[in-house]
């Protein structure tokens, strides 16, 4: 299609990007959150989305460098028509006028589990591997993100914390280090509040593995009712006495809501006691989990306490945004709340889309996702971007 003088490159040929979220996708999600434009703009709202994509994915690039990338095939391949690369401020604007939730939706409409049974370390006796946890993002110094986030006290003194911090918990498949579910709050937010509201994203064939900063009744029930089970560590002052020593050297305990006399709301757990190399005395200075797979035949004890391991996994992922994709130290640039808001889903989306690449292609070569290496993936990623010219409509 030969391009008019003044049309606007739709860019539908950006490598992975427009392959993990074509077009007609972007645009029912714009349209879904009333972002579609009333009138023919220089910067369109699709055009947008993949220009904030390309942001996170070429982090900490600047603006104009980043849609340099975007476009870069487009002169080659004779696309380029009259457009004319916009000012920053045009793209400042296009950014306030799109907001986070175009990009929160796309997330979620794309998010979810990836492996199936052929996926190795996916699964344990058939139940899904996933874990929870929570991290914080640093932002620009703005007064509308420090009143909007907030930042962590320093531990010198008095003293506030150089830089605005949002906090984010996660739901994570561990055997394709995929983002399931995410939710954004200020720091004054805590993990478990936030990792509440990822109950959504558990259900029946999960199991669930959280560290000792998790354990609590409340939370516990919450995930338990999804249909899910649970693999979680216990704090080193929780006191579980045997109620039942189970053959494998396991025991039968509770947990309870409160820590008065009444022990409130108990539940039923599994507890799981093992040594560290060193550590001989495993129930005072070794690991204790805390499971509601009660059956040790089924679920034996030593096969539990070598996976809880894999709760690492989502500390990988994490670093895998933040330190890899972001670049280490980076703060987000935006200085409003919707433009950090956006930033961070943005990440989210890019790593979701290297993350389905890379599980795709470890299954054609039958093997793991995690023996794939990451930032490999994301510089291949970054050079099917700049190399894919996109496509001008009249």
């Known amino acids: 299609m030969v391009p008019v003088a003044g049309s606007v490159p739709e860019l539908s040929g950006l490598g992975l990007l427009t392959w993990v979220y074509p077009p007609d996708l972007v645009d029912r999600v714009v349209a879904a959150c009333g972002r579609a434009e009333q009138r023919r703009r220089l910067l369109p709202a699709r055009l947008v989305v993949y220009f904030v994509l390309g942001m996170a994915l070429f982090s ?10 975007l476009t870069e095939g487009l002169r080659g391949a004779g696309l380029w028509g009259g457009w004319r690369i916009p000012a920053k401020s045009s793209l400042f604007r296009a950014r306030e006028r799109l907001g986070p939730e175009p990009l929160r939706v796309l997330f979620a409409a794309a998010a979810g589990p990836l492996a199936d049974e052929r996926t190795p370390g996916a699964f344990w006796r058939g139940l899904r591997l996933v874990a ?5 993002w640093d932002a620009a110094d703005s007064p509308a993100n420090d009143k909007e986030f907030g930042r962590p006290g320093s531990s010198r003194g008095p003293d506030k914390a150089a830089f605005v911090q949002v906090r984010m918990a996660a739901l994570v498949e561990c055997g394709t280090h995929a983002v399931l579910d995410a939710e954004l709050e200020g720091c004054r937010v805590g993990e478990l509040t936030l990792s509440a509201r990822l109950v959504r994203s558990a259900g029946p064939g999960m199991l669930v593995l959280a560290d000792r900063e998790f354990l609590g009744v409340r939370l516990w ?3 338990a009712a999804t249909g899910a089970h649970l693999l979680w560590r216990v704090p080193a002052n929780r006191v579980l006495p045997v109620q039942e020593r189970l053959p494998d050297g396991s025991w039968l305990s509770r947990i ?3 820590t008065d006399a009444k022990k409130r709301d108990p539940v039923r757990v599994r507890v799981i006691a093992y040594g560290l190399e060193g ?3 495993a129930e005072e200075s070794g690991y204790r989990l805390v499971t509601d797979l009660l059956d040790p035949m089924a679920y034996p004890a030593a096969e539990l306490a070598a996976l809880y391991h894999r709760r690492w996994e989502i500390e990988s992922v994490l670093g895998e945004i933040k330190t890899h994709q972001r670049g280490a130290k ?8 919707d433009g950090v808001r956006q930033q961070i889903w943005a990440h989210l989306l890019v790593h979701h889309a290297l ?3 890379m599980w795709r292609t470890a299954a054609a070569h039958q093997t793991a996702p995690d023996r794939l290496s990451f930032t490999d993936t994301l510089r ?3 050079r099917s971007v700049t190399a894919s010219p996109g496509i001008f409509s009249p």
């Open 330 to 337: 980076v703060v987000l640039s935006s200085k409003t709340p």
């Open 380 to 382: 291949a990623a970054r």
């Open 256 to 258: 309870h809501a409160g």
């Open 132 to 136: 929870v946890d929570g991290t914080c």
């Open 355 to 357: 993350r389905v690449l």
């Open 221 to 223: 029930r919450a995930f």
């Open 279 to 281: 550590i001989p005395r």
């Open 60 to 69: 900490p690039a600047p603006y104009l460098e980043v849609l340099r990338h």
